[in-house]
């Protein structure tokens, strides 16, 4: 298995080509009852204007890799390890101060609930003035004037008289809208956004989606979307990855992961869905079971203990651990059913009943 | 803004109002009825009833309740010329704010609370500062610094003087520092314009006591309030935008962890400004603490009233003042 | 959450009534008067020494004695002034008439010409009263003193709307009853109070008052020249005829005084002072207080003795407790027992308390030995009439009582069996502990003691055993009490606790409403005599009454424990002024 991005021995030490390359990433938490391993070998590549999205469940280490990417961790006790390259640069073993002039303005991030994210004691202009200030120097009225110009592009009506508003007098999606113009101010080649929809209005939701295309379009930049919704990944990414118990279980093109799903967790998640585009056929599925737990993983596969399709295998899910597996050029799977075997129960057991 | 403050300081007399009412019913009238008068008190042995009863139109008691506290009132409000001093036209004037005359020193209650009020307002500040400076620092350094040595000797700080009763630590810092190491000379109010130098030598203990013991209170309470503003959404907002640290902690965890803090302390200095009886009495320090021991041990009616009345005052007054810097602080509390 | 809680200090009240009783105690002695204190020629020393002899006598001058008090006076106004040290401060700046003698212990007592030239001259029924005023006389502001300042100082004390606070009763009860005094009706006069001249005065008085060199000799009496008197604002800064005056005085803070510089020895035969400052610190706390005094700090308390904490630490230190002493204060604690509540209104049945009543233990929770004596009868050590070892209801060797004579009184008394009996009581200071007390030894012969609470502590003594229709409504039985004299004669300690006469409707003092004629006639007797044996003979007849009557059960007389810096000079207890060391003559032995 020579091929696989996971085996740490062959970690491949030269700067990548790609934007930005994550290679076997390992995020670990020391607690008092052992280490949670919330990130356990994860990789993947972005480009510049193209979105990665990456979905799961709560705890499945979405967050923690994008906090990750960011340096928010490097001065916890938390416990970092792998690559992270950004335009060639590796981030990985940095001190928080020296990736601190990056955050914010090579790369930036917008979070899942815009008020609580935004400072409640300041106006909007002033956060996204000290946004612009802290790697731009120049003086406040020139940052006021920058601040205005990015909320009105993000498409707030009235910003230059809006800039001396609090968060609180805003709606949810202005708000949303405040923190990308904030995320934007300082023109960052990545942009993470984690949830960015989740607390928002269906409508809004796709209103936020929309001007994220735009201003990723316009600005030419990298996204990573992080979101449990696969509903937001199929309108917005290129590429998907999907993440459980810290892993990537299957990762490819939007296309693979939503028209030729190899991995039942995949499934499950496609079955939750709720789609509009097409006739309920019956109820929703929720997937059984809960996530696992992130210090105690598993033996085997650490999707088994919730797998309906284990049977179909036998012992090795619950012995060996599966690897992520290619099953195309841009297309990897981790999972013991061989690919011909569950495209046959995609295509004929699961599709029909979406 | 405007608006809000009238209303609040109308409200604030409503209050004071029934504080007023309430202790004077408490203090004035239930003795009376009980046929406790207080006149007893001045009045020698084997008093005769014609000389009880002429005490008691000294000290205002011989006539009807209501009308009693009628001219209270009017006399917080307006002065009153109606208290005796034997005189020919039987009256001297008691100029507004007149809080009646004390039964004890036949002299204006306000003039004797003004005349202590300094003292206590000398242990209030120093105390203040000590432990605002003290609670504050400790409690950002171990919140900062979780689990580290800083957080641990914190701990130890603020469990030492959560726990130490503060008659003790009182004591000891008097054993210790006046009659051990001679440090400082036993202890002497004197007035900060007369001699700053004796003035510090005697409240520095008090400082101590009242700021030490309130410094760990108040250190647990900034630490537990950093902790969770530190963890809010916005300060990680902050840090990835890239702030260096310095600025996320003062500028965006401090404003919001100590804003509570504030609040709670200008109500605690409010009711230490009404008397701190407890070092007050160890120290012989003649605040409106003492006063309010020696007017309740002398039946000094006015006086307690008055006491009564003038710490209400200061602690309805620094609810408005707390709320209105609130507003000014919290834009999403508004006034209204 | 609050920095510093209000507890609110109800131990205060209570204290100043104690104290303002407790104003003097002694026995009449000779007469004359010399400037140094008497007493024991050579100068003494050691633990209680200054109790019988002037300790470590010393003609040195210059200095300053420096005195604490835990509160400060109650008024510097020498007419509304109660407390008993306050009395003994008064000596340092104001003169009176007549004077307590500078002498230790019951020679103290007496009472010698001050101001005057001699002893009050009585007519035959003791109804008027002449003195003359030494001339050159002068206030510290160099003005004549004159009798007319005196006769207005007793004027003052008719304004009881303004001057009181002080024992103005026994003058507006024996000069008028219906003068208003000089505030009210300026234009009027106390008539019964007039001055021929300057230099005399005359007092007619509407019953015969032998004891009257005893209320010229209280600050009461002092001159106060009327263009001086600021009213009510009149105790911040009196008038001074003494050797010292104040020279500043912050209220609850401190007080000093300096040398009088219009003050002649040559006139004062009562005084003869040696520093040139005194100075009074109030300090509150009462550990604080025992510090500075064992510290050298403060020379001596001037309000109250040390606590039992440092009473443990002296007497353990050979040397400490030769400088302190530990006098009788003149105050008697005892029970009143109301014989207008049955089943009290038998005498058998009073008399089986009294024999079942355990002394020891009341004398324990009062603080033990240092705190004060057990005695039998009612009359404190100065009063003259004391009889050492009078106990007419012995209850056992130790004090704890004598169960048998006590069963034998219930059988006597018709209740064998013993009876329900309401005790009242303060919950404030020792109250609690005295009814606990009481309830278990009454207990021990089947008496059932009931707690009744004043719910005012403070009018404890003037409205709730003061009322005598209280105590019959109430159903009182027993009642905690205590007492002393105002000034050290049979008369002023007996008058108002055992006279039929003084019985009022409320602020009474004869709590158990005593009408015994033997006492009634022998009080009488006491208004119109002055020899001393006769007066204390007559004491003792009271006494005897009052005993026989048990209506009173005396149990301890309290003591006070003061330590005195070892640098004082001429220094000693004066009974006259309640046992206190007498401040005005003492003296520094380093002139510091």
Redesign the interface.
């Given at each position: 298995m020579t091929q696989t991005i996971d085996s740490s021995a062959s970690l491949p030490s030269a700067p990548p080509t790609s934007f930005l390359e994550v290679r076997d990433l390992h995020v670990t938490f020391p607690t008092d009852d052992g280490m949670v391993r919330s990130v356990d070998g994860l990789s993947f590549k972005v480009e510049r204007g193209k979105t990665m999205g990456i979905v799961g469940e709560s705890g499945s280490g979405k967050s923690v890799t994008s906090q990750a990417i960011l340096g928010l961790h490097n001065s916890t006790r938390a416990q970092v390890s792998g690559q992270i390259w950004l335009d060639g640069e590796e981030l990985v073993g940095k001190s928080s101060e020296e990736i601190r002039p990056l955050r914010g303005n090579k790369m930036a991030m917008i979070f899942q609930d815009p008020l609580s994210s935004l400072h409640p004691f300041y106006t909007i202009g002033d956060q996204i003035v000290e946004a612009y200030r802290v790697h731009n120097k120049v003086s406040k009225d020139v940052a006021k004037k920058r601040a205005i110009e990015m909320l009105d592009r993000v498409g707030i009506p009235n910003a230059a008289k809006r800039v001396d508003d609090y968060p609180h007098q805003f709606s949810g999606g202005m708000r949303q809208r405040v923190m990308i113009a904030m995320a934007l101010v300082c023109d960052p080649q990545l942009l993470i956004a984690d949830e960015p929809t989740t607390a928002l209005d269906v409508t809004v939701q796709a209103q936020i989606l929309d001007l994220m295309r735009d201003l990723q379009k316009e600005f030419n930049s990298a996204i990573i979307l992080i979101t449990h919704d696969l509903g937001v990944v199929a309108e917005i990414a290129d590429d998907v990855t999907v993440m459980y118990g810290g892993r990537a279980v299957e990762q490819g093109s939007v296309r693979d992961v939503f028209y030729s799903p190899q991995m039942p967790y995949t499934w499950g998640l496609l079955a939750s869905m709720p789609r509009l585009d097409r006739d309920r056929k019956g109820r929703l599925d929720p997937i059984p079971g809960n996530p696992p737990s992130l210090i105690n993983l598993p033996n085997g596969c650490v999707f088994s203990p919730r797998c309906v399709y284990r049977d179909r295998v036998g012992a090795a899910c619950v012995t060996d651990r599966p690897d992520l597996t290619p099953v195309s050029d841009t297309h990897r799977v981790r999972c013991h059913i061989p690919a011909e075997q569950s495209q046959r129960i995609w295509l004929n057991e699961l599709n029909p009943n979406l | 803004m405007v608006r809000y403050i009238i209303r609040r300081l109308l409200g604030a007399l409503a209050v004071l109002f029934i504080v007023s009412l309430v202790t004077f019913g408490l203090f004035m009238v239930v003795p009376v009825m009980t046929g406790a008068s207080p006149a007893y008190l001045y009045a020698g042995k084997n008093p005769s009833p014609e000389l009880i009863a002429n005490i008691e139109h000294g000290l205002g008691l011989d006539k009807p309740i209501p009308e009693q506290f009628y001219m209270y009132m009017k006399g917080i409000v307006a002065g009153r010329t109606d208290l005796t001093d034997g005189t020919a036209d039987g009256s001297r004037p008691c100029p507004a704010p007149c809080f009646g005359y004390s039964f004890r020193y036949q002299s204006p209650v306000w003039d004797i609370i003004k005349d202590r009020f300094p003292v206590t307002l000398s242990i209030t500040v120093g105390a203040a500062i000590i432990w605002l400076s003290l609670g504050i620092g400790v409690g950002v350094l171990s919140a900062l610094r979780r689990g580290g040595f800083a957080d641990r000797a914190s701990m130890v700080f603020i469990l030492l003087f959560l726990s130490l009763p503060s008659y003790l630590f009182a004591i000891l810092l008097l054993y210790v520092f006046v009659y051990g190491l001679k440090w400082l000379p036993p202890t002497q109010y004197v007035p900060l314009t007369e001699s700053p130098v004796k003035w510090f030598q005697a409240l520095i203990l008090a400082w101590i006591t009242i700021g030490f013991g309130s410094a760990a209170l108040y250190a647990r309470l900034t630490r537990a309030n950093m902790l969770e503003t530190m963890s809010e959404d916005y300060i990680r907002t902050a840090v990835a935008k890239g702030l260096p640290r310095k600025t996320v902690v003062r500028k965006h965890a401090m404003r919001a962890a100590l804003t509570p803090i504030l609040t709670i302390a200008g109500l605690d200095i409010a009711f230490l400004l009404g008397g701190a009886i407890f070092v007050e009495k160890v120290f012989s320090l003649p605040g409106l603490g003492l006063l309010f021991v020696e007017a309740i041990g002398k039946q000094d009616l006015p006086v307690i009233m008055g006491l009564t009345i003038v710490s209400s005052l200061f602690i309805v007054v620094a609810n408005i003042i707390v709320d209105v810097l609130y507003s000014a602080v919290d834009p999403r509390v508004r006034l209204s | 959450?609050?920095?510093?809680?209000?507890?609110?200090?109800?131990a205060?009240?209570g204290?100043?009534?104690a104290l303002a009783?407790a104003a003097c105690g002694g026995s009449s002695g000779g007469g004359g008067g010399s400037a140094a204190p008497s007493g024991s020629s050579s100068s003494a020393s050691g633990f209680n020494a200054a109790a019988t002899s002037v300790v470590n006598a010393s003609s040195k001058t210059g200095g300053t004695l420096k005195l604490g008090a835990q509160?400060d006076c109650?008024?510097y106004d020498p007419a509304r002034t109660?407390y008993a040290y306050c009395w003994d401060l008064q000596r340092l700046f104001t003169r009176t008439l007549m004077a307590f003698k500078s002498a230790p212990g019951t020679e103290g007592t007496a009472v010698v010409p001050d101001m005057a030239t001699g002893p009050g001259e009585a007519n035959a029924d003791k109804t008027q009263w002449t003195y003359h005023l030494q001339p050159g006389l002068k206030y510290s502001d160099g003005s004549v003193i004159t009798t007319k300042d005196i006769k207005y100082g007793i004027e003052r004390l008719f304004?009881?709307?303004?001057?009181?606070?002080?024992?103005?009763?026994?003058y507006?009860?024996l000069l008028s009853?219906t003068y208003k005094?000089?505030?009210?009706d300026?234009t009027g006069d106390l008539t019964s109070v007039t001055t021929p001249d300057d230099n005399t005065i005359v007092f007619a008085l509407n019953k015969p008052f032998a004891d009257f060199d005893y209320l010229m000799a209280l600050p009461t009496s002092a001159p106060v020249p009327k263009a001086k008197d600021t009213?009510?604002?009149y105790g911040k800064m009196p008038m001074a005829s003494g050797p010292f005056m104040i020279s500043s005085f912050?209220?609850?803070?401190?007080t000093d005084w300096v040398r009088n510089p219009n003050w002649d020895q040559a006139t004062d035969k009562v005084r003869s002072p040696k520093v040139d400052k005194v100075s009074l610190?109030?300090?509150?706390?009462p550990?604080?207080a025992d510090?500075?005094l064992l510290?050298g700090?403060?020379d001596t308390f001037a309000d109250t003795g040390v606590q039992p904490e440092t009473i443990a630490q002296i007497v353990a230190d050979p040397t400490k407790k030769a400088n302190s002493d530990n006098p009788a204060t003149g105050f008697i604690r005892y029970d009143a027992v109301f014989q207008t509540v049955a089943p009290l209104d038998n005498k058998a049945c009073r008399q089986a308390i009294f024999y079942a009543f355990n002394k020891a233990a009341l004398l324990r929770i009062n603080g033990g030995a240092y705190a004060g004596d057990i005695t039998g009868s009612m009359v404190p050590t100065l009063i003259p009439g004391y009889e050492a070892g009078y106990d007419p209801y012995p209850n056992g060797a130790d004090h704890t009582g004598d169960l048998a004579m006590a069963k034998q009184k219930l059988i006597e008394c018709g209740q064998p069996n013993g009876f329900d009996l309401n005790y009242a009581y303060r919950n404030v200071g020792l109250g609690p502990k005295a009814l606990a007390s009481v309830s278990e030894n009454l207990g021990r012969v089947g008496i059932k003691v009931h707690g009744v609470v004043a719910?005012?502590p403070?009018?404890y003594?003037?409205?709730?055993i003061?009322?005598p229709s209280n105590i019959v409504k109430l159903k009182l039985g027993l009642a905690g009490a205590g007492w002393g004299a105002?000034f050290p004669t049979p008369y002023g300690f007996w008058?108002?606790i055992a006279n039929s006469n003084?019985i009022?409707?409320?602020?009474n003092?004869n709590y158990p409403s005593l009408k015994d004629a033997t006492v009634d006639s022998s009080l009488a007797a006491l208004t119109k005599e002055n020899d001393p044996a006769k007066v204390a003979d007559l004491g003792k007849t009271v006494d005897h009454a009052v005993m026989d009557a048990a209506v009173y059960l005396p149990f301890v007389l309290d003591k006070t424990f003061f330590y005195r810096n070892p640098r004082l000079t001429n220094i000693y207890l004066n009974g006259g002024v309640g046992n206190y060391y007498d401040y005005v003559n003492i003296g520094t032995s380093d002139g510091m």
């Open positions: - | - | 959450m609050a920095i510093t809680r209000r507890a609110t200090q109800f205060a009240l204290a100043a009534t009783l509160s109650d008024s109660y304004a009881s709307d303004v001057i009181n606070g002080g024992p103005s009763s026994y507006t009860s009853d005094g000089p505030y009210a300026p009213k009510a604002d912050k209220a609850g803070q401190e610190v109030v300090i509150t706390d550990a604080d510090k500075r510290s700090a403060v719910s005012d403070a009018s003594y003037s409205t709730f003061g009322s105002d008058q108002s003084a009022l409707p409320e602020g003092s």
